[in-house]
């Protein structure tokens, strides 16, 4: 009984049934060569051997050009980019600690890592970054049309995390469904002033229970079993917006910071 090792090899996709047909043909001619050691078999043999070769090449063209035209972003682009370049590599954490025993050693590195920098900051409190706002005072808001909506909807992000309700890719493809309800949300928390807490920013402030934490490390060439690495929040898609960062005067009846989250999903500071 013969023992033979069989290494792992990566998917091919582009490979094809007339592939694995071509590549019987070439062994089917190279074991005739080795059998009769003629010059014409040699030839035969080169000639399946170059065809193969000309044939996967082929595929694997086709198979990128097809990845690149069904792209939707640049970002998938530059994803296709780096698995062909061999830049997107696995997520490696330290080897020196137990499994279930690296989320807490992670958390207090970050937490230490916190404190520390606040310590070494200027305790003395700066002056203000706005200044009184002196333009037109806003008064009510205008209904917002499902046209506005739709258009905001796309135009945001379309990452997800785990404490997203829904993912963003089916959250859009769902979204002729659920615009009406949406637009009709909106506009009843412009009218009134008062907005959904699902859609307050004061909700998604950073604390552990509303941001999923991953660490990433600053440089891959550095070992992964020393603490290099940042924290990565991950928020939900309703927090990743552009949020107002000035004040504004406003009726008392009708916050524009607390309209704001319900209008684009985002984050007002306090």
């Known amino acids: 009984m013969r ?3 069989v290494k792992p090899r990566p998917p091919a996709p582009w490979l094809t049934p007339q592939v ?18 003629l010059t014409v078999h040699r030839d035969i ?7 193969v070769c000309n044939l996967i090449k082929d ?11 069904e792209s939707r972003s640049s970002k998938e682009i530059f994803n296709i980019c780096n698995d062909l370049l061999g830049k997107n590599k696995p997520k490696s ?6 499994p279930d025993k690296i989320p807490d050693v992670l958390n207090n590195f970050f937490v230490e890592k916190v404190d520390k920098i606040r310590q070494e900051l200027d305790a003395k409190k700066s002056e203000p970054y706005y ?12 209904p917002v049309t499902e046209q506005v909506v739709r258009n905001i909807i796309l135009d945001s992000s379309k990452t997800s995390c785990d404490l997203d309700p829904i993912p963003s890719n089916l959250f859009s493809e769902c979204l002729d469904l659920l615009l009406p309800y949406i637009t009709n949300c909106i506009n009843d928390s412009l009218e009134s002033g008062s907005v959904p807490c699902c859609f307050n920013g004061k ?9 999923v934490t991953g660490p990433v490390c600053h440089r891959p060439s550095l070992s992964q079993d020393q603490f290099v690495t940042g924290p990565v929040f991950h928020r939900p898609s309703l927090s990743q917006d552009q949020f107002v960062t000035g004040p504004v005067r406003h009726k008392p009846s009708l916050s524009y910071c607390q309209a704001q989250p319900a209008l ?4 007002c500071p306090a």
């Open 45 to 51: 043999y080169r000639l399946k051997y170059q065809f």
């Open 3 to 5: 023992r033979r090792t």
């Open 93 to 98: 954490l330290p080897n020196n600690f137990p």
């Open 59 to 69: 595929l694997k063209r086709k198979f990128v050009n097809d990845k690149i035209v």
């Open 264 to 267: 684009t999903g985002s984050m």
């Open 131 to 142: 200044h009184e706002f002196k333009g037109d005072v806003l008064n009510c808001f205008e």
């Open 20 to 37: 694995k047909a071509a590549k019987q043909e070439r062994r089917k001619a190279e074991r005739q060569w080795k059998k009769s050691g």
């Open 203 to 211: 909700h998604t402030s950073l604390s552990q229970d509303q941001f």
